[in-house]
């Protein structure tokens, strides 16, 4: 931590644009941010002159959010976290193992084929208007340790972030788990790794769960914790 530093140097006050023959004094300067690359330092005038420290991003944070109330809201239902990060705010929901309808369009303009794939436990981290991260679990995550996995589902990155393709995601976030499942899948995104018994083959396992009751915990390819997930992994 850099130590202050006082100097006398005094600064110039803020004038408002006022008609003349108003005796308006200017507004007085009392701290100043110089944000460089890797640094932040604080600039104090006083009566007895200029303090100037070094200050982190959290203190800044913390100066300007003291007397601002921040809450979530009412969160829809199966809400597991709320977060407010660069992008905005985020909301993960949980959806149970259950038996989901997809389509998946093949070639252009030729009707889709229609599966009935049983899931495992899936975690959606929606944000208004954008598409949802969507990522397994084998129950309900219940800490920052908890383990997720990859969603053995199409239209998915790497990282669990999705394809919109053609679909537009609405302002309601308890309504895009449904909403990634009534949009059209393809073959866009990271298909492969998803299945530990079909690593390169995403369709045949589907073709081979399509009608099936429950899907094969066993099969799960590990991906992060629910910690990296909410830093991005």
């Known amino acids: 931590m850099m130590p202050k530093k006082k100097t006398t140097t005094t600064e110039p006050g803020f004038r408002w644009a006022l008609p003349e023959g108003l005796d308006v004094p200017p507004d007085k300067l009392i701290l100043r941010l110089d944000i460089f690359q890797e640094t932040i330092v604080l600039h104090q005038f006083g009566e007895n002159g200029t303090t100037v420290r070094v200050v982190s991003a959290l203190e800044v944070a913390r100066a300007f959010t003291k007397d601002i109330r921040l809450h979530s809201g009412a969160l829809p239902e199966g809400a597991l976290w709320w977060s ?3 992008e905005g705010e985020e909301v993960a929901l949980w959806r149970s ?12 303009f030729k009707p889709p084929q229609r599966f009935n794939l049983p899931m495992p436990g899936l975690v959606f ?4 208007g954008k598409p949802p991260r969507v990522f397994a679990a084998k129950r309900r995550p219940a ?3 908890y383990p ?7 239209n998915l990155f790497i990282n669990g972030g999705s394809c919109t393709g053609t679909h537009q995601y609405g302002q309601d976030v308890g309504q895009h788990p449904e909403e990634f499942f009534t949009a059209f899948f393809s073959d866009a995104g990271h298909t492969s ?5 079909y690593p390169d ?4 396992l589907w073709a081979e769960l399509d009608g099936k009751k429950s899907y094969p915990i066993r099969d799960m390819v590990l991906l992060g914790t629910v910690e990296q997930v909410m830093g991005e992994i």
């Open 84 to 86: 407010m990060g660069p």
């Open 97 to 108: 193992p259950r038996v989901w309808q997809a389509a998946l369009v093949v070639e252009a």
């Open 125 to 128: 981290v929606c944000s208004a």
């Open 143 to 145: 800490g920052l340790n």
């Open 148 to 154: 997720l996995y990859h969603a053995p589902l199409l």
């Open 193 to 197: 790794g998803r299945s530990k018994k």
């Open 201 to 204: 083959g995403l369709l045949t």
